[in-house]
């Protein structure tokens, strides 16, 4: 078979930064989500500039800070260290870290900052005026460099985000907002729930939109998505951080928790009722506005054909999931989270005395990460020590004529052994 080569240009192959964009902000381990809009200052790591003047480069690209906050992009023989040095010790035995090795003061530090000098040429002067730097080892001087570059680096690099990068982000920064999900987690529950285009998925989640953006970006804009939400309102800070183009919220829907056992009961009622006296006008065009929304996303789960549920929710998730996996069509995943493992156990066995799963599945997993360096390869000493528990599994049809307990019932009798009466 013949493979067609792409015949755009090179230029239409990247997508450049353009105004009104969200972008995830990057320097080293440290990401920030934001957005583009004209003059407007971002603050990043204690350093404040504008955003907007990268409007027209390249995703991807690393920028440096020039005076006023303007974002100069970074040339790629900058980013190469020149602070290597020819000569090292043998060992850092006679090394003593007394504080007087560093000839350069804060004051002159500044001074350097003040005359325009870019990080490299700060560090460089660092290296030249610090006594012990020729005596110490390569991997010490490499481990010195590294860090002067992380203290007075002057970069930052701009991401377009995505489900990987934003989840990366909440865990580092704030991994309560999403109940302590780890990147690789999120990434086995898509897996999981089969998440693909063109399907309908149910989700109830309490961690920021982070799990619903992922599954939106997943599904590419194709299929529905039906938000399952607790309290007055749908939370979707997350999804807004993955600044989707339009069509991507025509297939996105919401219900309220709450009225799950009246839809199931088929007690449910739409009808817009009137409205209290004062304002009338505006309130009736609110309530008819949120009439239509609990209309059209309970006629999708009236036909209880849904392709998938994710849960991941601070609340305890088994009167969520009991009630949620009636949505779903026969042979169908779910996959529920949570940060502990025992109301997941509560969870498998409640399903396992109901019947109608199969292949359930309750698993965590310990991810390690290592620092890759020649001769000096190992796991990290700071890491995550977990990320959550996962329970997975598939629907079946349930035969409902026959009681739970005909299986044995349904057995054969045991053959009688015969006797000989002679």
């Known amino acids: 078979s013949m493979i067609r080569k792409s015949t755009l240009p090179p230029q239409s192959r990247h997508t450049s930064i353009k105004a009104g964009d969200y972008v995830v902000l990057k320097r080293g381990d440290i990401f ?47 980013t190469e260290g020149s602070t290597d040095a020819n000569e090292a010790g043998t060992d850092n035995r006679h090394i003593l870290d007394d504080g007087k090795s560093q000839k350069l003061t804060r004051d002159d530090i500044e001074i ?70 780890r990147y690789d987690m999120l990434a086995q529950m898509l897996t999981l729930a089969n998440i693909h285009a063109g399907s309908k998925v149910l ?4 961690c920021a939109g982070l799990v619903l953006g992922s599954v939106m970006e997943r599904m590419g804009g194709y299929g529905s998505v039906i938000q399952m939400f607790p309290g007055g309102g749908p939370v979707r800070a997350g999804v807004e951080s993955f600044g989707f183009p339009a069509h991507f919220h025509d297939t996105l829907h919401e219900f309220p928790i709450c009225h799950v056992n009246a839809l199931l009961a088929g007690t449910l009622d739409t009808a817009c009722k009137d409205p209290p006296a004062g304002r009338a006008q505006e309130r009736k065009v609110k309530l008819e506005e949120k009439r239509k929304k609990l209309a059209s996303a309970a006629a999708l789960l009236e036909g209880r054909n849904a392709d998938g549920l994710v849960i991941a929710s601070r609340f305890h998730p088994c009167p969520v999931l ?14 529920v989270y949570s940060q502990y493992k025992e109301p997941l156990i509560e969870c498998f ?8 799963t199969v292949n359930l599945r309750l698993t965590d997993t310990w991810l390690r990460r290592y620092q890759v360096l020649p001769n000096r390869t190992h796991p990290l000493l700071l ?36 006797v000989d009466g002679r």
């Open 203 to 206: 989700v109830f989640e309490t």
């Open 383 to 418: 890491m995550s020590g977990a990320g959550g528990f996962i329970l997975s599994g598939t629907t079946v049809a349930v035969d409902d004529s026959k009681p739970a307990n005909s299986q044995r019932a349904e057995e054969p009798a045991a053959k009688r052994q015969k």
């Open 32 to 78: 920030k989500a934001v957005q583009i809009q004209p003059k407007k200052k971002a603050m990043f790591e204690k350093q404040w500039f504008l955003p907007d003047t990268a409007v027209g480069q390249l995703y991807g690209s690393t920028f440096d800070v020039a005076p006023g906050g303007i974002l100069q992009p970074r040339k790629p023989k900058d």
């Open 112 to 181: 350097l900052k003040g005359q325009g000098l870019k990080d490299q040429e700060i560090i460089q002067q660092l290296v030249d005026n610090s006594s012990t730097f020729r005596d110490k080892t390569k991997y010490a001087q490499d481990k010195y460099i590294k860090k002067k570059k992380k203290k007075y680096e002057n970069t930052v690099t701009i991401l377009r985000p995505s489900c990987r990068i934003l989840a990366m982000m909440y865990h580092g920064r704030e991994p309560g907002k999403i109940c302590h999900m």
């Open 322 to 335: 009991l009630g949620l996996i009636q949505f779903l069509s026969p042979s169908r995943p779910f996959v």
């Open 349 to 356: 066995t409640k399903l396992k005395e109901r019947g109608g």
